[in-house]
């Protein structure tokens, strides 16, 4: 068994909730929290967005069935106001819904769409330390043909917000790959303080947003800005890249993100994690509510799309697997 570890002081796990396919992630998210961390010393936290000018529509849940199923999974749902990003930019939810998390105390961010495996107090957390996922490709910056390269973007935002560019690099990298630069997924990331992460976050994401800097001109901000923002961010208080690794990456967690591919290539204990968890009644009766689960874990699309690969010898590129399971009509999400 790993090594369990404890934090100076509880800590706070956050997810974002909304109506649709997001509200039943959560509800997923949950059930195999509280079964991964029955003795879970902090809170567990849904941020609800509100309706307001920035949503088209109203954002909140929709079925009162998942309200009750996450209560009793000892989950709480609060509300937050988005006072900068809303139907523009969902992705910004994770950022504004820091504001929910108490002032000071510690706290762990979860995207919805993640299968919680073992206790997370298997992780070695250092909150003073902040961290993220680093369970990403090469997705941004797109760099040109003719530049500017991938130092000159980067050395651009952080001289943008007075940060030490030299000391983000990973010296196991040549200049120009894109692994030299810090970057993050952001579906998981934490930090000490969720008020001095959140406002600096908004601030840096937003910046971006309203006045990139020249360097930024050929480039996409949507829907990267969160994971823009988010590396400057966490060198700005002091962190860097995990040092514990594949902890919040798989061992612990499962960064899930589409039902179809996660049983295409998961291993076998996060699928049996996955089928024992959504197997209870009470939970099979709310989760069917969303067709993506009925079909993929109820009917038995997922199980059929993991027959028809290796987990050996999977295609290299994800399209592969997606065209593979797409053809074989198992594409559910």
């Not at 954002?59 to 999974?73: C, G, K, M, S, T």
């Not at 490709?137 to 940060?163: M, N, R």
Request: hydrophobic letters at 40%.
């Amino acid at each position: 068994m790993p090594e369990t570890h404890s934090s100076a002081k509880p800590y706070n796990v956050l997810a974002v909730i909304q109506g649709g396919r997001l509200e039943f992630e959560a509800a997923l998210f949950a059930v195999s929290f509280h079964e991964a961390n029955p003795d879970f010393a902090g809170r567990l936290i849904f941020a609800e967005p509100q309706p307001g000018p920035l949503w088209k529509d109203d954002p909140r849940i929709v079925h009162d069935e998942v309200r009750a199923l996450i209560a009793e999974q000892g989950g709480e749902i609060l509300p937050f106001e988005n006072r900068h990003f809303g139907s523009s930019y969902p992705h910004g939810n994770k950022i504004e819904a820091l504001s929910v998390l108490p002032k000071g105390e510690p706290f762990v961010f979860f995207d919805t769409d993640t299968l919680h495996i073992g206790p997370l107090a298997f992780v070695p957390f250092d909150f003073a330390r902040p961290t993220a996922s680093m369970k990403r490709e090469a997705t941004w910056p797109k760099v040109p043909l003719y530049g500017p390269g991938y130092t000159a973007i980067w050395k651009s935002l952080y001289d943008k917000f007075g940060l030490d560019f030299e000391l983000s690099l990973d010296p196991r990298f040549p200049d120009e790959y894109w692994e030299h630069y810090l970057y993050f997924n952001a579906g998981w990331f934490y930090g000490e303080d969720p008020k001095a992460f959140g406002d600096l976050f908004a601030t840096y994401a937003t910046a971006i947003r309203d006045t990139p800097p020249p360097e930024l001109d050929s480039q996409a901000l949507y829907p990267w800005l969160d994971q823009i923002a988010l590396p400057l961010v966490i060198h700005a208080l002091g962190g860097g890249r995990p040092l514990h690794s594949g902890d919040l990456d798989g061992e612990i967690t499962c960064h899930w993100r589409v039902l179809p591919l996660l049983y295409a290539h998961a291993p076998d204990k996060v699928i049996d994690t996955l089928e024992r968890v959504a197997a209870p009644n009470r939970v099979k009766k709310v989760l069917k509510l969303h067709d993506a689960f009925k079909r993929g874990i109820y009917q038995g699309r997922g199980l059929r799309a993991r027959a028809l690969f290796d987990r050996d010898n999977l295609p290299v590129k994800e399209q592969q697997i997606r065209n593979i399971i797409k053809k074989n009509k198992l594409w559910v999400r």
